[in-house]
């Protein structure tokens, strides 16, 4: 079974500052790691995907996320927050070789002008 | 390329009441899933199909949720009836490989 968990419900930057937003996973297999973005009213937009390549992945927007196996985590970054980041993120994991995905609760960024 | 394509985008109904969703996913992709997204939640998968198959439903509430999609394309989401926790974006979603699903805006249900 797959899970992860995404550590701060809602977390708060300057415009400007650097974006860090956690996830840890939980797998019995090597995993796929997500991160999705939703902004209100809409639906989820993938940001970058993790599937066993390199471990440092970039996505869209300027963020990337680092897969760090000793530590189950694949954390969230963006190096200099813009307003337009403000939204809602997601960690997900699947199983090698299952699409099925498993989120986690999600972290609301806000950003502070 | 069209995006998944859901309607209608906002149902109000009573409890006890039934309804349905539609779903129409890109071109060409063979798996779709639905989706629940409860208010402060994540989205939890209902039902996984590939093609017209079941693959997994091992979450759908089945005494009261069904779905289908005939033909291996579009797919409706029904529930009957209808109960106040079932309040919720239910997001519709479609891949062509194991590496990304495509989202739909979701239709978000209101049971009163």
């Known amino acids: 079974a797959q899970s992860v968990t995404q550590l701060g419900s809602h977390v708060s930057v300057s415009e400007g500052a650097l974006v860090l937003l956690r996830c840890n996973y939980s797998?019995?297999?090597?995993?796929?790691l997500f991160w999705y973005v939703q902004y209100p009213n809409q639906g989820l937009q993938l940001l970058l995907k993790y599937t066993s390549a390199a471990t440092l992945v970039k996505g869209i927007n300027g963020f990337e996320a680092e897969f760090k196996k000793s530590e189950t985590s694949f954390h969230l970054t963006k190096p200099s927050a813009h307003m337009s980041d403000a939204a809602e993120y997601f960690c997900?994991?699947?199983?090698?070789?299952?699409?099925?995905?498993?989120f986690g609760t999600g972290t609301r960024l806000t950003i502070i002008p | 390329e069209a995006g998944v394509a859901q309607s209608p985008r906002y149902k109000i109904i009573e409890k006890r009441q039934s309804v349905a969703f539609w779903c129409n996913p890109i071109s060409g992709h063979a798996t779709l899933y639905w989706y629940q997204q409860i208010l402060g939640q994540g989205p939890k998968l209902l039902i996984q199909?590939?093609?017209?198959?079941?693959?997994?439903d091992s979450q759908l509430p089945k005494d009261r949720f069904s779905a289908e999609r005939l033909k291996g394309v579009d797919s409706t989401l029904k529930i009957q009836p209808a109960k106040l926790e079932d309040s919720a974006v239910y997001l519709c979603?479609?891949?062509?490989?194991?590496?990304?699903?495509?989202f739909g805006q979701g239709t978000r249900l209101t049971v009163v």
């Open positions: 997900a994991v699947s199983a090698f070789g299952n699409e099925k995905l498993t």
């Open positions: 199909f590939q093609n017209n198959g079941v693959v997994d």
């Open positions: 979603a479609s891949s062509a490989d194991l590496a990304e699903a495509f």
């Open positions: 797998s019995s297999v090597p995993p796929y």
